[in-house]
Antibody, heavy 122, light 107 residues
Framework: EVQLVESGGVVVQPGGSLRLSCAAS????????MHWVRQAPGKGLEWVSL????????YYADSVKGRFTISRDNSKNSLYLQMNSLRAEDTALYYC???????????????WGQGTMVTVSS | DIQLTQSPSFLSASVGDRVTITCRAS??????LAWYQQKPGKAPKLLIY???TLQSGVPSRFSGSGSGTEFTLTISSLQPEDFATYYC?????????FGPGTKVDIK
């Protein structure tokens, strides 16, 4: 079964740091681009970051650029999001998602995890 | 940056109704558009990509059309399990903007 499972979400103080993880299974992880998408409580979807299949290319939303870093370990079938200088507005459910087609970066997201909640509050 | 708008923001419909949701892009994006369905407490589900290609396993009552700046998602006969929020997403640039969503509720 194709599956993505996120972990690492907690309550953290403003200015703090956190690393989210996403464990992939059921597909050849290193064949696909991967994304992080977030959803603030009661709000819509916001794309956060993309990493290419080989980790060689990364992209970020303007709202997180310079604070968040996406990475992957293909030997562990895992995706990560390092979040620094956290703000209240980063409070959201964070999903990892798989790019639909082999290697393509500009493509839809066909598999999503269940999400992990990050709350930034003092 | 490419902005997406959706209309309506909310619609109330009955089982069996034909439902159409519109997504407009602030600049042309060819056919680089996807549609997702999200139910409360669940992750989004891909319905359509490349504006009109049905994702595997998605019922044929869902269809997509359009190119350039105007796109539509149509549900030909609304079923009880279709009550959800629908989002469009542009795939033309590395910002992957989502639309604000359209909530489809039971009339």
């Amino acid at each position: 079964e194709v599956q993505l499972v996120e972990s690492g979400g907690v309550v953290v103080q403003p200015g703090g740091s956190l690393r989210l993880s996403c464990a992939a299974s059921g597909f050849t992880f290193d064949d696909y681009a991967m994304h992080w998408v977030r959803q603030a409580p009661g709000k819509g979807l916001e794309w956060v970051s993309l990493i290419s299949w080989d980790g060689g290319s990364t992209y970020y939303a303007d709202s997180v650029k310079g604070r968040f870093t996406i990475s992957r370990d293909n030997s562990k079938n895992s995706l990560y999001l390092q979040m620094n200088s956290l703000r209240a507005e980063d409070t959201a459910l964070y999903y990892c998602a798989k790019g639909r087609d082999y290697i393509r970066r500009l493509d839809a997201f066909d598999i999503w995890g269940q999400g992990t909640m990050v709350t930034v509050s003092s | 940056d490419i902005q997406l708008t959706q209309s309506p923001s909310f619609l109330s419909a009955s089982v069996g109704d034909r439902v159409t949701i519109t997504c407009r892009a602030s600049q042309g994006i060819s056919s680089y558009l996807a549609w997702y369905q999200q139910k409360p407490g669940k992750a989004p589900k891909l319905l359509i990509y490349a504006a009109s290609t049905l994702q595997s396993g998605v019922p044929s009552r869902f269809s997509g059309s359009g190119s350039g700046t105007e796109f539509t998602l149509t549900i030909s006969s609304l079923q009880p399990e279709d009550f959800a929020t629908y989002y469009c997403q542009q795939l033309n640039s590395y910002l992957f903007t989502f639309g604000p969503g359209t909530k489809v509720d039971i009339k």
